[in-house]
């Protein structure tokens, strides 16, 4: 990832400057199915906050280099997160050559 070592785009189009994020429900913290586990509790609540932390780093990061980016939670439906990869490619692309595309 530009700027920040050790760290990956999962899907990226460098050209059009769009980075797609898949994020695990369990280690990114999902709202509707992350889980925190009862064993050693301090330290993976730690560790779980801190992953958080890194992912808005990383999009804020991104964005202010002039990126799109787009998380999706894994649970995503499939159809549902192509859609949205496809309509952010469409309008960087758009950007790019200066014009609209239907």
Do not use: Y
Request: charged share 20%.
């Amino acid at each position: 990832m530009p700027g920040k070592a050790r760290r990956t785009i999962d899907v990226a189009f460098p050209g059009l400057r769009v980075a797609v994020f898949i994020d695990g429900c369990f280690w990114h913290g999902c709202p509707a199915h992350g889980t925190s586990p009862h064993t050693n509790a301090a330290w993976w609540a730690s560790k779980l906050t801190a992953n958080r932390l890194r992912d808005q780093d990383t999009t804020e990061h991104l964005q202010a280099q002039g990126w799109t980016v787009i998380r999706l939670w894994e649970h995503t439906n499939d159809h549902e997160g192509a859609s949205v990869v496809e309509a952010a490619v469409r309008t960087a692309r758009a950007g790019r050559n200066g014009r609209t595309v239907d």
